[in-house]
């Protein structure tokens, strides 16, 4: 049966899922805060909105299912405003427990109060005072996370963004003066990793583990960014994990969509995304996301297998079943602007040279009189696929050489660790 389905968002991940859902002749119809050239050819039809104001969404009819992309959206409820004001299921989770990834201190809260291993030690501060404590107690080498969404770029890391107490102070003191708390943890050392999940919040299905790469220069130097790239592996397993370091991530994921459940009494539909790290033999849960990441979700989705929209809907109905993946490798390079992120060259065209070997997926960037040109953000993924991932590597370094523009990318993704 085709299916109608509306999308929200407009980043490369929001441009794969695009790809996925009209994948069988089914239908795309696209909410957008602006023009993402790739997902607006895909879709039948498209509106431009703002992400945090729903009522332009109503122009869409006979929708069978709706999916969000991004977390902003979710943190305003579009899940809940979907559902209760126009009637149609959704595949992403209500704000209830989209709280997971929209406030950090619930997340700590509820390992803490259900038990649930990952977390690493930290305080919920809502007083300078509750912060001298808190390093006096422990050390300085600390987080310093506001609890709501920041995109990644606002954690204050000891050692990259301060070194003493007094700089620190200032930190806390700014997030204090805008917000009623501020999070403290312990700085975790290690490698990072990405395990997502489908869950219809009885059921999980694993998707292949992702090594993503935050920062914006070679050698995991500069500042963080949305993500410069990433990589997977044709056995779903990343080369520094144990199985008993999976097995530990996984079962953080099941614990929390169960409390998630118990404490809210709402199920988590969609796909669950934990960000661990590996640091001295422990698995430290870093964040949750309520959503596919970016770009995780472009290395796992070009090797699903089965139906995407089936696997949405089957979450919806909470019958979730067998997901299986392609084992093959895949290799994801974002081109940016050069300048990114600190100062990025705007409004530059790009030239893309087809035929590519790769998948292209487009970012933040406009189209003008076919022309596509940068914005301040990330313009272009390509994703390489292959049996190894010195195949898949190629493919995308070939294809890089067929974009022009004034953009950079980093080499060293997917050097295996
Ligand atoms: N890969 C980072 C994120 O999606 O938040």
């Known amino acids: 049966m085709v299916e109608k389905v509306l999308l929200v968002g407009n980043g490369a991940r929001e441009h794969a899922m695009a790809k996925k859902i009209v994948e069988n002749e089914n239908k795309l119809f696209s909410y957008m805060n602006y023009e993402n050239p790739g ?45 209760d004001k126009l009637g149609i299921p ?80 200032v930190i806390v003191k700014q997030i ?19 395990l997502q999940v489908f869950t219809d919040g009885k059921n999980i299905q694993l998707m292949p583990l992702v090594r993503d790469y935050k920062r914006a220069y070679e050698g995991d130097k500069g500042p963080n960014t949305g993500s410069m790239g990433s990589y997977s592996l044709p056995d779903h397993h990343l080369p520094f994990l144990e199985q008993n370091d999976v097995e530990k991530a996984i079962n953080i994921l099941k614990k929390t969509i169960k409390a998630l459940k118990e404490h809210t009494s709402i199920p988590y539909v969609g796909v669950l995304y934990g960000q661990f790290m590996k640091s001295e033999g422990k698995i430290f849960l870093i964040e949750f996301n309520a959503r596919f990441g970016d770009p995780e979700a472009i290395n796992v989705l070009k090797l699903l297998k089965d139906d995407y929209n089936i696997i949405n809907q089957s979450m919806i109905d909470q019958s979730l079943k067998n997901v299986n993946f392609e084992n093959k490798a895949t290799v994801c390079n974002y081109l940016v602007p050069k300048g990114y992120p600190l100062n990025p060259l705007r409004d530059k065209r790009i030239i893309i040279n087809h035929p590519l070997k790769s998948d292209l997926f487009y970012a933040s960037v406009y189209r003008k009189n076919k022309e596509i040109r940068t914005t301040t953000s990330r313009s272009l993924a390509l994703l390489g696929v292959g049996d190894n991932i010195v195949e898949a590597k190629k493919k995308v370094n070939e294809d890089l050489t067929r974009i022009e523009g004034k953009l950079y990318w980093r080499t060293d993704i997917a050097e295996l660790e």
């Not at 406030?103 to 259900?114: C, E, G, H, P």
């Not at 204090?176 to 990405?194: A, P």
């Open 90 to 169: 959704v595949a992403s989770p209500r704000e209830e427990v989209a709280k997971i990834e929209t406030s950090k201190s619930f997340a700590r809260q509820i390992l803490d109060t259900y038990r649930i291993e990952g977390n690493p030690y930290f305080k919920i501060c809502e007083t300078i005072s509750d912060f001298e404590s808190f390093v006096k107690e422990n050390d300085l080498e600390i987080a310093i996370k506001p609890d709501g969404l920041t995109g990644g770029k606002a954690v204050k890391v000891y050692g990259d963004h301060f070194s003493s107490y007094s700089e620190a102070e």
């Open 176 to 194: 204090l003066s805008r917000d009623e708390l501020v999070i403290i943890e312990q700085k975790i050392k290690g490698k990072e990793f990405s």
């Open 39 to 83: 997902i607006a050819d895909l879709s039948e039809k498209f509106i431009l909105g703002n992400l945090t104001n729903f009522e332009k969404l109503s122009m869409f009819k006979n929708i069978d299912y709706a999916i969000v992309g991004p977390e902003l959206p979710l943190s305003y409820g579009i899940t809940n405003y979907i559902e």
